[in-house]
């Protein structure tokens, strides 16, 4: 063997041995640190309660992006200045590409929701992204006649000392979801 191979078979046996390491489902999650309830509602500018009307895909800098416009029929925290929000979502389906980020939140039109958001920069204007990704985003439903909040944290892992907290949380009474945002809310 030439030394110019050296650096190269170096670099891939350090390679095989790292990957090694990882366990496989992490391979496939966005790892960030657990965020509680409390958490994302102090982190988040908006908390809007509302029905996803519409999803637009887009270009952006060679990027994939989809826009979420949710109608907004309960604004809990923010301005709420519109009738609707528009939510930022990497990834989406457009030109025959399908692109998405393991971790993030998903959406369907026509699906009621409760949303944690906070602002992304752009150019010359503020975009609104789900919080802590898919910790932020709350799917409402009915179990028989309780209104119920629910959320997916498929593709994310979570790191911290608040980890089983943020699981614990994934399924919550809307009623208790909103008295624990007004308790951290409340002068």
């Not at 519409?54 to 270009?59: F, G, I, L, S, V």
């Not at 416009?69 to 528009?86: F, R």
């Not at 009915?142 to 209104?147: I, K, N, R, V, Y």
């Amino acid at each position: 063997m030439t030394p110019r191979f050296r650096p190269f078979r170096t670099a891939l046996a350090l390679t095989g041995a790292l990957a090694a390491l990882v366990p496989p489902a992490a391979a496939d999650a966005t790892t960030m640190p657990a965020l509680t309830l409390e958490d994302l509602t102090v982190r988040a500018t908006d908390i809007v309660q509302g029905t996803v009307a519409e999803m637009t895909p887009r270009w952006s800098n060679g990027f994939l992006m989809t826009d979420v416009t949710v109608e907004v029929t309960t604004c809990i925290k923010g301005a709420c200045l519109a009738d609707s929000v528009q939510v930022q979502v990497f990834g989406g389906t457009a030109d025959g590409y399908v692109v998405e980020a393991a971790g993030s939140a998903h959406y369907t039109a026509g699906e009621q929701v409760l949303l944690f958001l906070e602002p992304v920069g752009g150019t010359g204007q503020v975009r609104l992204r789900t919080a802590g990704m898919a910790l932020g985003k709350f799917h409402v439903a009915l179990a028989g006649d309780l209104p119920v909040v629910e959320r997916s944290l498929e593709g994310l892992e979570l790191l911290g000392p608040a980890r089983e907290v943020a699981v614990a949380e994934n399924r919550l009474a809307l009623d208790e979801l909103e008295r624990r945002i007004a308790s951290v809310l409340a002068p």
